[in-house]
């Protein structure tokens, strides 16, 4: 298997892989993954293949089981991970009532706990806001981190789904108020979702944040393994989101193999090199729900490392979806 590769997490200390793990089809129904077993298998061939940042939320699986499935798989390889959730959507009343405010002082304490419960470890290495909640001032939420930095339960902070100007006042409130910065920005960002260029990525790079990207293959659609017909019977795509395939621009996608073969390297290989080639972009989070699919994107991260003409004549193509 090819060698990993690692980047420091924005201007922070965190070292992480350039590919990491998304971690929200572990409890996910119809999936390998839904079982203890084929979310333990996943996560040993990640750790295996070098792999550190495992991305899950509170959320994620339904109501914490996306955690409590890695908790019991990280045992004995807690120190080798990079150990990433977030906190912010509605958990449905198991962390108690919330009355919309899910970055509050009083929530965030009882999202904490739950989190490392399900973990079942002292300390998470990044602890992300998942969204603003449009009613706690975001220097509250700063206060509750810092103090949890404080106590050890968190290593370092993120953020996702901020806009660019969020981005910017969350930097300053930070300061003002002498609270620990966050280091990181999660925001859906692919080849037929670049809006991130216009505000956010550049936000990202004036204060330093690692960016990490979430549906980075467009839900599979980049792996290469789909045309037009549809693709992969088991795959996200064609069990709950077909109209991907059925809605994706097939013109540009056949310019874009034209460009990968006539380079010859794969569409998953050039997607990975086009997005490790963006400033300011740390990790590549892509899913996965076998052993295979991991060794896949481990190596095809490492396969491929694009000229600043060929990232140019990539999103040359794409242009349209900035």
């Known amino acids: 298997m090819a060698e990993i590769e690692y980047r420091t997490l924005g201007r922070s200390g965190l070292v992480v892989s350039t590919i990491g793990l998304g971690c929200n089809n572990f ?3 119809g999936t390998a993954t839904e079982t203890q077993e084929g979310t333990s298998a996943v996560i040993d ?3 295996d293949a070098g792999v550190t940042l495992f991305d899950t939320a509170d959320i994620y699986g339904g109501k914490g089981l996306s955690e409590t499935l890695m908790g019991n798989a990280f045992k004995g390889k807690r120190d080798r991970v990079v150990l ?3 906190f912010g959507m509605d958990m449905g009343g198991t962390n108690g009532p919330d009355w919309g405010a899910r970055a509050s002082r009083r929530y965030v304490r009882r999202a904490v706990e739950a989190s490392l419960t399900r973990l079942q470890t002292d300390w998470i290495d990044l602890y992300q806001l998942h969204r603003l909640d449009g009613v706690t001032p975001i220097e ?3 206060e509750v981190l810092d103090d949890l930095i404080g106590e050890g339960k968190v290593r370092y902070i993120g953020h996702s789904n901020l806009a660019g100007w969020e981005i910017a006042d969350a930097e300053y409130q930070a300061v003002l108020h002498g609270h620990p910065k966050f280091v990181s920005a999660q925001n859906e960002y692919n080849l037929l ?3 991130a260029e216009r505000e956010v990525l550049p936000a990202v790079n004036r204060y330093g944040l690692g960016f990490l990207p979430f549906f980075p293959l467009q839900n599979g659609l980049f792996t290469g393994k789909f045309t037009r017909e549809g693709g992969p019977a088991d795959s996200r795509i064609m069990q709950q ?3 991907i395939v059925d809605n994706a621009p097939w013109e540009l996608l056949d310019e874009y193999q034209a460009l990968c073969d006539a380079r010859g390297v794969t569409m998953l290989e050039a997607t990975f090199g086009w997005l490790l080639a963006q400033p ?4 590549v989070i892509a899913g996965a729900t076998s052993p295979a699919q991991i060794e896949a994107n481990v190596a095809a991260a490492s396969a491929w490392h694009p000229s600043p003409e060929d990232v140019a004549e990539i ?5 349209a979806y900035v």
Request: aromatic share 4%.
């Open 315 to 319: 999103s040359r193509i794409f242009a």
């Open 280 to 283: 300011g972009l740390s990790s």
């Open 27 to 29: 409890g996910r129904v």
């Open 241 to 243: 989101r077909r109209h």
């Open 140 to 142: 509250e939420t700063l």
């Open 193 to 195: 979702v670049r809006g």
């Open 84 to 86: 990433a959730t977030k």
């Open 45 to 47: 061939a990640a750790v």
